[in-house]
């Protein structure tokens, strides 16, 4: 596809239950970027992959949330455990790395009930 | 406590009015960037400064970046409706690129 994709649009979960988020970046772009928003707030970076590897893991919440890459493509962010306080919108970004333009998602938002 | 503080969060004017947001920190940044994000969607990029006192003009919004590289601004010039959403700032500390921080982000509201 032209731009970066991102599926559930929308998902709902009750707390306690796993969800899985996905992210496909545009093609050829080496950097990918996760980050969380709360309704009308910043963004909160979560995690950044260079490739494959994620060289800063610092900024997800707790060890409930994890990320991977494969391929040096598609990104899954896995949340266990869902608490009502991950409810946010899940945004993904992808560059060419360093400070070149990051290209947004449309997000996935997640509610938690 | 957010590395980059945005002013005023949120600003409702009249169409054709002038407006500034300010983004500010007390860390030194590699650029900054500014974004523009609609509801629904996600941010769009509308520049990168990346060179202390740089000023940059695209049609009627001005972007600076301080001359210590801790700042910007956005000036727009006769706001119109269509210039409404969220305006984030955003940009990477000095000599680490793997870390985004953004800004809590401006609310502009352009009335007709």
């Known amino acids: 596809g032209a731009g970066v994709s991102q599926s559930p649009s929308n998902k709902v979960t009750e707390k306690g239950k796993d969800v899985e988020l996905r992210c496909d970046p545009i093609s050829g772009h080496t950097a990918l970027y996760w980050y969380r928003q709360s309704l009308g707030q910043g963004l909160e970076f979560l995690i950044y992959?260079?490739?494959?590897?994620?060289?800063?893991k610092s900024g997800l919440p707790s060890d409930r949330f994890s990320a991977e890459r494969t391929g040096g493509s598609v990104s899954t962010l896995t949340i266990q455990r869902t608490q009502q306080e991950d409810s946010a919108v899940y945004l993904c970004a992808s560059s060419l790395g360093g400070l070149a333009e990051q290209f947004f998602g449309p997000g996935t938002r997640l509610t938690v009930l | 406590t957010q590395l980059l503080e945005q002013s005023p969060q949120f600003l409702s004017i009249q169409e054709g009015e002038n407006l500034t947001v300010y983004c500010n920190s007390s860390s030194v940044f590699s650029s900054l960037q500014w974004y523009r994000q609609e509801p629904g969607e996600g941010p769009v990029l509308l520049v990168t400064v990346v060179t202390g006192g740089e000023v940059k003009k695209l049609k009627r919004l001005t972007f600076q970046f301080g001359d210590a590289r801790k700042d910007s601004s956005l000036h727009i010039t006769a706001a119109q409706p269509g210039d409404t959403g969220l305006y984030l700032c955003a940009g990477p500390l000095l000599y680490n690129f793997n870390k985004f921080y953004f800004g809590s982000g401006t609310k502009l509201n352009v009335k007709p």
């Open positions: 992959f260079q490739g494959n590897s994620a060289p800063d």
